[in-house]
T-cell receptor, first 111, second 114 residues
Framework: ELKVEQNPLFLSMQEGKNYTIYCNYS?????LYWYRQDPGKSLESLFV?????AVKQEGRLMASLDTKARLSTLHITAAVHDLSATYFC???????????FGAGTQVVVTP | ETGVTQTPRHLVMGMTNKKSLKCEQH?????MYWYKQSAKKPLELMFV???????ENNSVPSRFSPECPNSSHLFLHLHTLQPEDSALYLC?????????????FGPGTRLLVL
């Protein structure tokens, strides 16, 4: 069974500083996804990482995947208030690509 | 409308009621999903449909009954629910079940069972 662990579960960020969220998974995952959820809202897709060494960047967010270490990271550069949200990673397993989500990392960015 | 829509957005029901949640996707996708998001657990997959056929039932109690009449619509029929079933129910769709593309989520139905 695929298990996905995120840390930290809560991250208080100062504006302008850099931070990293870690996503470890227990067994082989075909691919790794990152989502963002604002309070009371649905999940918004951020990145899909399909292979070892994959790196994707969008604005201040950069995600990477190391399948050998079973680790994905979401790096935030120069945090701004608009990035306050809960970030989820999810691995895919099985023939139907079932997503197994981590518990989420709640990010709060303060001045 | 675009993307994935869900109705109702909020629902309060008693344990003896029967209600249904509706999901519609306007993306031309072939796979649809139901997820449960509660405060104490990570997002949990409930059901997967591929081209209107249920391909995954993630050990969900029978008081939840899904229905997929076509590839654009997905329902979740609810009956004799328990208070612990109170949660946010999210519908999602993707191009293919098991494909590499991301899943697109609807806004969710927030359910309260009294």
């Amino acid at each position: 069974e695929l298990k996905v662990e995120q840390n930290p579960l809560f991250l208080s960020m100062q504006e302008g500083k850099n931070y990293t969220i870690y996503c470890n998974y227990s067994t082989t995952s075909d691919r790794l996804y990152w989502y963002r959820q604002d309070p009371g809202k649905s999940l918004e897709s951020l990145f899909v990482l399909l292979s070892n060494g994959a790196v994707k960047q969008e604005g201040r967010l950069m995600a990477s995947l190391d399948t050998k270490a079973r680790l994905s990271t979401l790096h935030i550069t120069a945090a701004v208030h608009d990035l306050s949200a809960t970030y989820f990673c999810a691995g895919a397993r099985g023939s139907w690509g079932k997503l197994q989500f981590g518990a989420g990392t709640q990010v709060v960015v303060t001045p | 409308e675009t993307g994935v829509t869900q109705t109702p957005r909020h629902l309060v029901m008693g344990m003896t009621n029967k209600k249904s949640l509706k999901c519609e996707q306007h993306l031309g996708h072939n796979a649809m999903y139901w997820y449960k998001q509660s405060a104490k657990k990570p997002l949990e997959l409930m059901f997967v449909y591929s081209l209107e056929e249920r391909v995954e039932n993630n050990s969900v109690p029978s008081r939840f009954s899904p229905e997929c009449p076509n590839s654009s619509h997905l329902f979740l029929h609810l009956h004799t629910l328990q208070p612990e079933d109170s949660a946010l129910y999210l519908c999602a769709s993707s191009q293919e079940a098991g494909g590499p593309e991301t899943q697109y989520f609807g806004p969710g139905t927030r359910l309260l069972v009294l």
